[in-house]
């Protein structure tokens, strides 16, 4: 590889684990990876239903079947992969059917301690960057309110925010205490391809193809929505980043959009009336973080960059994606 190709692509040839790599951000940091000509291994859950994702997504890599539980196949698989960076995107509570409270801390908490070890004890590589990405969630911070910086004291409410927090507490701390380079990105709420089928956007996309009313909250809960190319794209310029040793960061817009606002939005793009739209015939979820923008100071001082892509170009690259790979929403 020349210079300069290190220089405009420096992930190019550079081997990379993910974990999770068939969920919904999880693909596409995949997908940008591919496209940045990296040497893929992708641990999935499960093979066929991953080798379809990744087709649809024009994702290339190795593919490996493993239940992440397993912390012993984990340290053999790191062994002998020896990434030059991981990222972890593995989690165990998003989708609410998930509620096995000791299933979320094996997987949020417990795995999260083992990739980091295990990466601690390997030789050093040529690799400049991160040695892990691991990625958490805003849900860590709770019911504190204010605008949420990295340096707030969380407080947790829901077993996965509290799993979560266990896992991001024990990453900063191994990586602290062992030198190892890393960097845990919070995210926020991330909308785009590949969602769970009952959240918002999946729910928008259907309603484009029917013509019956929509029920919705009322809709003036606040949100950083965040498109999910631009939180792949920000994760892999925290992966660039160097001598970070435990750094927790905020990865969102620092703009908060009500979900009225953000719905109304979208359906001016997806051709959706505005008369179809029953705000207010659904409760909202009772655990909604109530909070000011996000902080992202630190994401532009780290990476000279912030998500940028507003909610109306969004659904437009939604809609374009759709029809290039019909069906992979």
């Given amino acids: 590889m020349t210079t300069l190709q ?29 496209c940045r000509q990296t040497h893929l291994h992708l641990v999935v859950r499960n093979y066929a239903s991953a080798s379809e994702i990744f087709r649809q997504y024009g994702v290339k890599g190795e593919l490996i079947e ?5 912390t012993e196949r984990v340290r053999e698989l790191i062994r002998t992969v020896k990434p030059q960076l991981t990222f972890n995107l593995a989690g165990y509570g998003v989708d609410r059917t998930e509620q096995d409270e000791i299933a979320a801390y094996q997987i949020n908490a417990q795995l999260v301690f083992c990739v980091t070890q295990v990466l601690s004890s390997l030789s050093p590589s040529s690799w400049q960057g991160q040695t892990i990405v691991h990625v958490g969630s805003a849900l860590e911070y709770g019911a504190i309110g204010g605008n949420l910086a990295e340096d707030s004291i969380p407080d947790p409410t829901t077993v996965y925010g509290r799993s979560k927090l266990a896992g991001t507490e024990l990453f900063v701390q191994f990586c602290k205490e062992y030198g190892v380079r890393g960097t845990a ?9 590949g969602e769970h089928e009952r959240r918002l956007t ?3 996309l259907r309603a484009a193809k029917t013509t019956g009313p929509i029920d919705l909250t009322m809709g003036n809960q606040k949100r950083d929505f965040t498109y999910v190319e631009d939180v792949a794209e920000g994760l892999l310029k925290l992966g660039l980043t160097t001598n970070d040793f435990g750094n927790v ?3 969102a817009t620092g703009r908060l959009t009500s979900v009225r606002n953000f719905v109304e939005r979208a359906a001016s793009v997806l051709d959706i009336s505005a008369a179809r739209l029953n705000f207010g015939a659904l409760t909202p979820h009772t655990q909604e973080m109530q909070h000011a923008p996000v902080s992202v100071a630190k994401l532009a001082d780290l990476t000279g960059w912030v998500p940028k892509t507003t909610i109306e170009l969004g659904f437009r690259k939604i809609l374009a994606f759709q029809n290039q790979m019909p069906g992979s929403c």
Avoid at 6 to 34: C, D, E, K, Q, S
Avoid at 66 to 70: T, V
Avoid at 185 to 193: D, E, W
């Fill in 185 to 193: 990105a919070r995210l926020f709420t991330v909308y785009g391809c």
């Fill in 249 to 251: 960061v905020n990865l």
């Fill in 66 to 70: 493993m239940d992440l539980r397993d």
């Fill in 202 to 204: 999946p729910t928008l």
């Fill in 6 to 34: 290190r220089i405009t692509n420096p992930y190019a040839g550079a081997h990379i684990l993910v974990l999770g790599a068939a969920g919904f951000i999880g693909r596409w940091v995949a997908r940008a990876l591919t």
